[in-house]
């Protein structure tokens, strides 16, 4: 290959390695379902039926990603800067102190 190529093939890498659904995700991480099941206090079932949902609350993305071992921040880009999204952790406290546990849709 030319190092043109080889660099573009290099750039694709990163790229796939930035761009994750949630089962690639869990995968990258060495995790099985059921230990991921375990972590999150919920059946095997009901991660499998998690990571094929296209749409979930940010509260348990956040939950899962904790799981994991990581932390979820929402951040918006624009042209000329980012912004971190804090509401998010707001409303999860919120939720901790009313003993409520938000679910995916």
């Known amino acids: 290959m ?8 290099r750039q694709k890498a ?6 994750m659904d949630l089962a690639e ?16 206090k919920i059946g095997q079932a009901s991660v499998a039926k998690m ?11 956040r939950r899962v990603i904790k799981a994991m071992g990581g932390e979820l921040d929402i951040v918006a880009r624009f042209p000329d800067h980012c912004i971190s999204i804090t509401s998010f952790s707001q409303v999860r406290e919120a939720c901790r102190e009313d003993n409520v546990t938000p679910e995916a849709p």
Request: net charge neutral; hydrophobic share 35%; glycine share 0%.
């Open 2 to 9: 030319s190092p043109e190529s080889r660099e573009r093939a």
């Open 14 to 19: 990163v790229e796939l390695r930035q761009e």
């Open 25 to 40: 995700l869990r995968n990258a991480m060495r995790l099985s379902q059921e230990e991921l099941a375990r972590a999150l």
């Open 51 to 61: 990571e094929r949902r296209t749409d979930m609350y940010v509260s348990t993305l």
